[in-house]
């Protein structure tokens, strides 16, 4: 099997590992967007970042509205989510889709661990990657999440 093939296949479980992992964690009907790589540099008002250590290292970035968040926090726990409980909710919700996708993508043989969740609020910008796969997420009646993986 080639570099590419290989690359390939750690692309298509880390994607795959995340749907499902999203799917699994998020009570709201969720419609996965097509998966586009992206080349700018990722620049948002709000989200959660987590990395990702062992057999695939990279990081996972969910960005999206503060409302957004809070709005699936409600689905989740069914009580409205604001203010310090909001950070700590989108933490939270940070690692359980990366702890999902970890385990997700170790029924393929993938060992990884996940780091601690920080949360990035205000105009923020990541640079210095290699590769980043977006992937939009839209849920109904609450609004759009984007999900990025970024490889390593």
């Known amino acids: 099997m080639s570099v590419t093939d290989e690359k390939n296949q750690v692309i298509t479980?880390?994607?795959?590992?995340?749907?499902?992992?999203?799917?699994?964690?998020?009570?709201?009907?969720?419609?996965?967007?097509?998966?586009e790589l992206f080349s700018n540099a990722l620049q948002?008002?709000?989200?959660?970042f987590i990395g990702i250590t062992g057999d695939v290292r990279?990081?996972?970035?969910?960005?999206?509205?503060?409302?957004v968040f809070s709005r699936i926090g409600e689905a989740m726990f069914?009580?409205?989510?604001?203010?310090?409980?909001?950070?700590?909710l989108s933490?939270?919700?940070?690692?359980?889709?990366?702890g999902g996708l970890s385990t997700n993508i170790g029924q393929n043989g993938m060992k990884t661990d996940i780091t601690a969740p920080t949360i990035m609020e205000g105009i923020t910008k990541l640079l210095?990657?290699?590769?980043?796969?977006?992937?939009?997420?839209?849920?109904?009646?609450?609004g759009d999440l984007h999900l990025y993986l970024v490889i390593d």
Request: no cysteine; aromatic share 6%; charged share 15%.
């Open 44 to 48: 948002f008002q709000f989200g959660v």
């Open 128 to 142: 210095g990657y290699d590769k980043v796969i977006r992937l939009p997420i839209g849920f109904q009646a609450v």
């Open 91 to 98: 933490g939270e919700l940070g690692n359980i889709i990366a």
């Open 13 to 35: 479980a880390l994607l795959n590992g995340s749907i499902m992992s999203v799917r699994n964690s998020i009570p709201i009907q969720a419609n996965i967007g097509k998966p």
């Open 78 to 88: 069914g009580m409205p989510i604001q203010d310090d409980m909001l950070v700590s």
């Open 58 to 67: 990279g990081k996972l970035v969910l960005s999206g509205d503060r409302q």
